[in-house]
């Protein structure tokens, strides 16, 4: 399983943007589905975005869609997720996690960033 490590959070008024990274190691993410998942505290993991490996297929849940977009640089073995206007309601730790296929289960979990958005 590739490994995984997520950065770019920090702390952003409401209205605001962030790129949040996800940078593999150990192998290449060009084989892999990734997934952006967020946990709020006292709620469970949330699925965000997903995108095949090649980017011709991705998802976003309906609570982020067309305010988050997901890409991939295989070359630079990371994936981005870009989250414009952001609300008090996107505030959690952000994890990306990837999966050889969509039947397979999500590993390679990185320790998370927290984002913060202030009303």
């Known amino acids: 399983q590739v490994e995984l490590a997520e950065s770019g959070g920090g702390l952003v008024q409401a209205g605001g943007s962030l790129r949040l990274s996800c940078v593999a190691s150990?192998?290449?993410?060009?084989?892999?589905?990734i997934g952006w998942f967020r946990q709020a505290p006292g709620k469970g993991r949330e699925l965000v975005a997903h995108?095949?490996?090649?980017?011709?297929?991705?998802y976003y849940s309906p609570s982020v869609r067309g305010r988050f977009s997901v890409s991939r640089d295989n070359a630079e073995n990371t994936v981005y997720l870009r989250m414009d206007n952001l609300k008090p309601g996107d505030t959690a730790v952000y994890f990306c996690?990837?999966?050889?296929?969509?039947?397979?289960?999500?590993?390679?979990w990185g320790q998370g960033t927290q984002v913060t958005v202030s009303s």
């Open positions: 995108i095949s490996p090649s980017g011709g297929s991705i």
């Open positions: 996690a990837s999966r050889l296929s969509t039947l397979s289960e999500f590993g390679g």
């Open positions: 150990g192998r290449t993410v060009s084989s892999y589905h």
